[in-house]
């Protein structure tokens, strides 16, 4: 019993060490899918390599930009990896890629969703930080195409937000 009781604690505290190098970001901002709109972004991310230099992530950002003259709402969820590139203690730049799926409202289908982003994190204490984002967003078989080449970038969706980020 007690065996299984010391297990149990270790495991608690492996557990908990372990949740010490992840992040949650709250952001808020704007979308621009054919026409400016509003947007969220709520991302997960789990630092899982530390350097001097920078860190890096997996991360779970779901992004939801709403284009105001069409009412258009999508959901992209893309799980990719994000590095941050440590400019001061406190100050820390960052680029995002990821390939997931976009939810789309009207009409509903599921299709394939890339996205590309880069950002600025900056450090206010050990719990909190204040962030800026903007991201690519493309969705469909071809969407890959539309982000590795800049001459069909206009169809893409973009969102520039900014919000905090809780570490734990």
């Known amino acids: 019993m007690k065996r299984m009781l010391l297990?149990?604690?270790?495991?608690?505290?492996?557990?908990?060490?372990?949740?010490?190098?992840?992040?949650?970001?709250?952001?808020?901002?704007?979308?621009?899918?054919?026409?400016?709109?509003?947007?969220?972004?709520?991302?997960?991310?789990?630092?899982?390599?530390?350097?001097?230099v920078g860190r890096l992530y997996v991360e779970m950002p779901m992004i939801i930009p709403v284009?105001?003259?069409?009412?258009?709402?999508?959901?992209?969820?893309?799980?990719?990896?994000?590095?941050?590139?440590?400019?001061?203690?406190?100050?820390?730049?960052y680029a995002a890629a990821g390939?997931?799926?976009?939810?789309r409202a009207n009409p509903a289908q599921i299709d394939m969703a890339y996205d590309l982003g880069v950002g600025v994190d900056f450090r206010l204490n050990r719990r909190w930080s204040l962030r800026g984002d903007l991201r690519d967003l493309a969705e469909g078989v071809d969407g890959i195409q539309h982000l590795v080449n800049p001459t069909n970038w206009y169809n893409d969706q973009k969102s520039a937000m900014v919000g905090v980020g809780l570490h734990f």
């Open 7 to 52: 297990l149990l604690f270790l495991s608690a505290c492996a557990r908990i060490s372990l949740a010490q190098n992840s992040d949650l970001g709250l952001l808020t901002g704007t979308s621009f899918a054919h026409g400016a709109g509003a947007g969220m972004q709520v991302n997960y991310a789990w630092q899982f390599y530390e350097r001097p």
């Open 67 to 93: 284009a105001q003259a069409t009412n258009e709402v999508n959901i992209f969820i893309t799980p990719g990896i994000r590095y941050h590139f440590n400019v001061t203690k406190r100050t820390a730049l």
């Open 99 to 103: 390939a997931g799926v976009a939810i």
